[in-house]
């Protein structure tokens, strides 16, 4: 099973500031790595798709890169309303299957 | 635009089971599956399984091999998550998401609003 290991656990930040937060996979994903917002009471939000593809409606502010085993998200100004939990998701090709890393709780 | 609806709230006991539907709308059911994911409190987000809603193929995370079982009724396009032998580490709010761990849909950009799972004597 591939891990996902996300650092740090917890980012405190002043709006305006840039927030990079990490993902590395325990072997190769390639591209196939998503990142969410996750806040208390809601559904978990798709910010990002194969690495660096912005999903439907997501701000610009938000920016993925990397590939294989190292991926970066970066929250470029940060916004009030940008707190929460981010988590990374990648999928395996064998076995078929998919996890999600620990997440990094974003304090704004 | 894509809309998965879920049953209401459950409560059991340890070593019962629950189930859990989402209704899905037809093409998300047929083109892509549905995947659930559970996240227990105070913990991340853990992905179960999924069900495809064309052939009812199913891939289960190990973790849940022989407790968890996917169906689907393809005449009213909803899926079923029954998950048997509960304990306190089930408590959980359990969601359904379109996404699947096969092809390039691997990534949840459709989610039910989420069934509280609380298993408790």
């Known amino acids: 099973e591939t891990v996902l290991t996300q650092s740090p656990a917890t980012l405190s930040l002043s709006p305006g500031e840039r927030a990079t937060l990490s993902c590395r996979a325990s072997?190769?994903?390639?591209?196939?790595l998503a990142w969410y917002q996750h806040k208390p009471g809601q559904t978990p939000r798709l910010l990002i798709y194969?690495?660096?593809n912005r999903a439907s409606g997501i701000p610009a502010r938000f920016s993925g890169s990397g590939s294989g085993t190292v991926f970066t998200l970066t929250i470029r100004s940060l916004e009030p309303e940008d707190f929460g939990i981010y988590y990374c998701?990648?999928?395996?090709?064998?076995?078929?299957?998919?996890?999600f890393g620990q997440g990094t709780r974003l304090e704004i | 635009q894509a809309q998965l609806v879920q049953s209401g709230a459950e409560v059991a006991t340890p070593g019962a089971s629950v189930r859990v539907s989402c209704k899905a709308p037809?093409?998300?059911?047929?083109?892509?599956?549905l995947s659930w994911v559970r996240q227990a409190p105070g913990q991340g987000l853990e992905w179960l399984g999924w069900?495809?809603?064309?052939?009812?193929?199913?891939n289960y995370a190990q973790k849940f091999r022989g407790r968890l079982t996917l169906t689907r009724d393809t005449s009213t396009t909803t899926v079923y998550m029954e998950l048997t032998g509960l304990t306190s580490d089930d408590t959980a709010l359990y969601f359904c998401?379109?996404?699947?761990?096969?092809?390039?849909?691997?990534?949840?950009?459709?989610w039910g609003q989420g069934t509280l799972v609380i298993v408790s004597s």
């Open positions: 072997q190769s994903v390639g591209r196939f």
């Open positions: 194969d690495a660096s």
């Open positions: 998401a379109r996404g699947s761990p096969y092809g390039t849909r691997y990534y949840f950009d459709v």
């Open positions: 069900i495809s809603g064309d052939n009812g193929n199913t």
């Open positions: 037809p093409e998300t059911f047929t083109n892509y599956g």
């Open positions: 998701q990648q999928r395996s090709n064998w076995p078929p299957s998919i996890t």
